[in-house]
């Protein structure tokens, strides 16, 4: 994973650059809003998040239960702190991630 | 504004990194996901644009007809090619973009 934070915009590249984000304040709290090209990827979560996809389906393998699901527009899915999830996307993804 | 477009996704950077976009493709066609710092930033549309608050409020002056108006989340406003926006953060906002 590779960041610039020195810009008043973090963004992070992850996976060669399939996944890439922005972050932002949000009244929520900490958050990015980011981009999944086709392909599968695994994310851990050291806190809470909250993603909600923005544009796109992601099929959601949640490791703390095993359970697949199919997420839309509007859809959130929650991931437990020290738990991680296996996002696959067929096209682009957007998605806004909530941390904490 | 400077952007990557060697990466799988384009990142694009504008008003001294206060404004940044990553592009992805939709189902309603080419769009970016941004974030824009507190401040006030002028955008032209070469074509037209729907833009589509995702965090935030952001207050818009189109400049086609003066009318100022602010926007919060999943709230949309549309911006005719060949004319331009004024866009006023008073705190961090999140925005995906259709263009076309």
Known sequence: MSNST???I???VYFEG???SLGLETAKGKATVGVMK???YTFAASS???MVII???MEVKLTADGAIKKYAEQEAFDVAAGTSFEATCNDDVAYL???G
């Open 48 to 50: 809470p998040e909250k």
């Open 10 to 12: 973090s963004h992070n």
């Open 38 to 40: 086709k392909g599968t």
């Open 55 to 57: 544009s796109g389906i």
């Open 6 to 8: 020195n810009s008043p």
């Open 18 to 20: 399939k996944v890439q």
């Open 97 to 99: 991630c909530y941390y």
